[in-house]
């Protein structure tokens, strides 16, 4: 299949990598220029914590190089979503599927935006990524993906797309008839760690060490399911728990919002804990904690000290 992935940080790359390994034929459009020569001259270095190998795929700065592909995996930033889809349109035939693995709450708004309903697909990954230079990504751990038409409909497509996923060694791969479900249910992943692990400056797992932290993760989830319960939104049987195994899961991970506040660029707090914030307001209930971790991480993006 000709895949077409947007955004080539930590995530795209992985994601680019792993389907590249399962035999498609995929580009990685980056904005980054050396990432991208290096991995069109040496191929992208992927390592995990059994060693390391070369995965030849494209790389390309501008989506009009790569021509219309019948997969485009949106991957960039939360914040970029917009922009970077409506300026790689020409990646985006009648037949195309755009799906979105990202993080947060107004993603799928966006895409629609640009592309109309038709052709977006929403979904999750558990894969914890993390770039370790030009042309090298790290994958900590976690192979999983679940898939999801707006509709709710289980459609052929949506079969196909998770025959892809599969094929390419992903697991599991599960197929959601409740995209909202979905989106929310990793939403209280991001909420328990994110944050947290940005302003503590620690690993996934560490959020659990510490019974501040680990008390944080937990007010905050539970303003994220009161905020969801009131929407009618159906969430896993013990969301706090269910946070808690991903950050031991995903231990030794540095969360992407503590790659990115150590790289000075922008987060996705506004789509994390800040749309856990508008969407509490909209409907009354208080997020005191939500409110707290967003403020603080929207200040501490533009302030922290770079490198972790
Ligand atoms: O999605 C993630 C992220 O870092 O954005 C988790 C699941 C927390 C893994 O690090």
Redesign the pocket.
């Known amino acids: 299949m000709k895949i077409a992935v947007l955004g080539a940080g930590a995530m795209g790359s992985l994601l680019g990598g792993l389907l590249a390994e399962g035999g498609h034929e995929v580009t990685l459009i980056s904005t980054r220029a050396e990432h991208v020569e290096l991995i069109n001259r040496e191929g992208l270095f992927l390592e995990d914590p059994g060693g390391g190998r070369r995965v030849g795929l494209k790389a390309c700065l501008a989506a009009a190089e790569a021509g219309p592909a019948e997969l485009v995996i949106v991957a960039v930033k939360a914040p970029q979503t917009r922009e970077a889809m409506a300026g790689a349109l020409s990646l985006v035939s009648q037949d195309t599927l755009v799906l979105t693995l990202q993080?947060g709450l107004g993603n799928v708004e966006n895409l629609v935006e640009a592309v109309g309903p038709g052709p977006v697909v929403a979904g999750t990954s558990?894969c914890?990524a993390h770039l370790k230079g030009p042309g090298r990504v790290r994958h900590a751990g976690g192979r999983g993906v679940a898939l999801g038409e707006l509709s709710g409909l289980i459609t052929g497509r949506l079969l196909g797309l998770g025959r892809v996923f599969e094929e390419s060694g992903f697991a599991p791969v599960s197929l959601s008839d409740n995209v909202l479900s979905l989106l929310w249910g990793k939403l209280l992943?991001?909420v328990a760690?994110?944050a947290v692990t940005a302003l503590a400056r620690i690993r996934?797992g560490q959020i659990l060490d510490f019974p501040e932290t680990a008390e944080i993760s937990r007010l905050a989830v539970l303003e994220a399911v009161e905020v969801a319960r009131r929407k009618g939104i159906a969430l896993p049987g013990d969301p706090v728990g269910n946070a808690f195994e991903?950050a031991r899961e995903?231990g030794a991970?540095f969360?992407?919002?503590l790659q990115d506040v150590a790289r000075q660029r922008p987060t996705e707090i506004d789509f994390i804990n800040g749309a856990v914030v508008r969407e509490g307001e909209a409907l009354g209930v208080p997020t005191p904690v939500n409110k707290v971790l967003a403020g603080l991480v929207s200040v501490y993006q533009r302030t922290c000290p770079k490198e972790i």
């Open positions: 993080n558990n914890g992943i991001n760690i994110n996934n991903v995903t991970n969360s992407s919002m």
